[in-house]
């Protein structure tokens, strides 16, 4: 039989633990006997999973895009979980729009809320963990950042610039007994797709109703989120740095495969189909 995480991992930090993946992460952590350390902007959505688990989930009040506040959130909750053995960077937000037309504060605020205080996360938590020589830091990506999305240029940005640094430690962390994980979700059924910022209907690119139809059914399509925290569950478990791709099988094994395989051209041309771009 399988040891419980637990044994490998006794505490962690989930961000973004109020809803979707990073609900489902911290809820398959809790049952795996970790204590997590779970954020969200607002500590009245947490409460529900503090009630079910009490003494072993702990509420973090964390603002992505405010550096002060991440430095001090992670700060405040490292100290009292005694330090980290597992860091988990999943909150993010999609943005829908044609690039030029959305103003360029929207796109700047969610790279800053996904790359760069996201690797200010990944920062903190290093020292503590290279310090114990175990551990992982979980970076949460997208299979975006491999078949970017139309209409959603700074999401597709982010996801690769956090598989770029997922790659960078991973060569950094060798030898160290820190696992580094690059985690890429394909289309999962979470609130993602309702907290998307998007302009008024009837605004921008005359594609745009079109485009987001395809992504919502894509969406809707996905498997629930508990598959993902499988799939993170069985990385931990292995605790080996590398990529891990989740989701429908078509996602997350064939089209990785065919882009490997295929042209960027054909690639690209499928991509658009997809969509319903052509
Ligand atoms: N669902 C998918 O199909 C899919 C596919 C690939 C990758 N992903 C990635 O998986 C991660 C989780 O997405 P999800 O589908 O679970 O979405 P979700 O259900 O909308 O959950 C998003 C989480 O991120 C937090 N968050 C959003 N903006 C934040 C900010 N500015 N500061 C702090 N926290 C913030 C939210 O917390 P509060 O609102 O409570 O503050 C919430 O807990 C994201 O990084 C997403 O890009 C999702």
New binding site residues.
Partial sequence: MAERLATRYRTALV??????????FATMLLSEGVAVWG????AG??GELGRAHPGAFHPVV????DADAVGRGFREAEQAAGGFDLVV??????VFGTFAEVDFSVWR?QMN??LVNTALVSHLALPGLKTRGRGALVN?????AEFPLPFQSA?NMA?AGLTALSESLMIECAGTGVAVIDL????????????VRRPPAGQGDARLPRVWAAFEKM?HG?PP?AA?AEALRQALQRGKSGTVRC?RFFQAVIAPLLARFGSLPLKRRIQAGYFDLD
């Fill in positions: 961000t973004g633990a109020s809803t979707g993946l990073g609900r489902a954020t969200s902007r607002e959505r947490l964390m603002e992505l895009g960077n999943n909150a993010g937000y999609g605020e809320v996904m949460v990506s997208s299979l975006a999401y996801k890429r979700p394909g289309d999962f059924r979470t609130d993602f797709e309702g907290a969406m996905g989120p993902a989701g």
